[in-house]
């Protein structure tokens, strides 16, 4: 077999800065945020520690308790990365002179010429290559198929759908019932926002199976109520005057064609964010758990719209506050931030700072202080 022959990383930062500057790459936050970080390990020389559990807590912010395993996020955003990196190639990329691949079964990326030489020309200046830097080999052991789209559809009622009475596993399930309506309760009143998520019958339905999936990804998110298991039918949402409670609901829509994502609050029925996804990004059950992901990132995070709402309602809870201050330090990592999260932690009771996806305590105040 042929072995690859690993540009210096200069190339590879050109044409890593070439594809995050592209048009294609633009409207996807994540999937930028993916590709640099796998480039980058690859290039510091520890590409062979790339793991689903390292990239789902360094690029999508998942708590120490991540189990990759078990939750396809990581494998599904790979899945995404992979279909996004060959429709660049095919167009916007067709040109560049290096194109990155991330091979199926793994998530080093490796690099391959787009140029054709002449078959009489030499071999090209050694300067412009350094020694491949030696890449791990998948175990074969490793579920290689699940890192493609397709083989996500077969393991989906699996991983996703089965804690949720999928379809495939549900019967009797009541004709007369035009709604399904997804709870997701709160331990503590009046603390965190209370979900419902909302789809036309029937389950089977490109709505349905969306609102499933999202009901599915909100269960990973400690910045709402826990997740019950169980999957409640009514024709329209019970009214309520929680402030912290929240309507997402999921509508077919025909012109164009896709599915509309209206979030409004229960209390007052303003409409808090509303998002359209058209039917070419939901063409099977892959794209409609990475779109579900999107939309609960986007909305159910400490950043997200119901949080920013609550905020500027002035609804929002000590806890919910809290959690947003201690968000600010991670990212931000300054003293300002520190000491804020602290303040506003040891006012928290012990449990509510269970909530928080960490607790600041004396053991960060070093590192903070070297920064």
């Known amino acids: 077999m042929k072995q690859t022959i690993r540009p210096n990383d200069e190339t590879i930062q050109r044409a890593l800065d070439a594809v995050l500057s592209s048009a294609l790459f633009a409207r996807s936050e994540r ?37 990759a395993d078990s939750d396809p996020l990581v494998r599904v955003h790979a899945g995404k990365l992979r279909k996004l990196l ?5 167009g916007e990329g067709a040109g560049d002179p290096w194109r990155i691949d991330i091979p199926k079964g793994t998530y080093v990326p490796e690099y391959r010429s787009q140029q054709v030489a002449p078959a009489s020309s030499a071999s090209p200046p050694a300067s412009a290559y350094t020694a491949r830097k ?19 559809l077969s393991a989906l009622p699996l991983l996703v759908f089965l804690p949720l009475s999928s379809p ?15 709870v997701l309760e709160r331990r503590f009143a009046g603390d965190l926002p ?31 109520a826990p997740v019950p298991a169980t999957v409640l039918w009514q024709k ?8 912290l409670a929240f309507t997402i609901e999921v509508s077919p829509q025909k012109s164009p064609s896709g599915l509309r994502v209206l979030i409004t609050n229960d209390a007052t029925s303003d409409v808090v964010h509303e998002t359209f996804i058209e039917d070419a990004q939901l063409a099977d059950e892959a794209d409609i758990l990475y779109e579900s992901l999107a939309i609960a990132s986007q909305t159910l995070s ?38 804020e999260a602290k303040d506003c932690q040891e006012k928290l009771s012990g449990d509510h700072r269970q909530k928080l996806k960490f607790v600041i305590s004396a053991g960060a105040l070093p590192i903070t202080l070297i920064r």
């Open 31 to 67: 999937l930028r945020a993916f590709l640099k970080y796998v480039v980058e390990k690859e290039m510091e020389g520890t590409g062979h520690q790339l793991k689903g559990y390292t990239i789902g807590i360094d690029v999508f912010d998942r708590p120490q308790a991540f189990n």
């Open 86 to 90: 060959t429709a660049y190639y095919a």
């Open 134 to 152: 030696p890449l791990s080999r998948r175990l074969s052991w490793l579920p290689a198929p699940l890192s493609s789209p397709i083989a996500v």
């Open 168 to 182: 495939a596993l549900s019967v009797n399930i009541p004709m007369q019932s035009r709604l399904h309506d997804v």
């Open 194 to 224: 209370r979900i419902t998520v909302r789809a036309q019958w029937p389950r089977t339905s490109t709505a349905g199976r969306f609102a499933d999936a999202l009901r599915n990804a909100a269960s990973h998110y400690r910045t709402i």
């Open 236 to 243: 329209s949402p019970a009214k309520t005057a929680d402030p």
């Open 302 to 339: 400490s950043q997200g719209h119901i949080f920013t709402y609550a905020s500027a309602e002035e609804t929002d809870s000590p806890l919910m506050k809290c959690m947003v201050m201690t968000d600010s330090y991670r990212h931000l990592q300054t003293r300002e931030a520190f000491q």
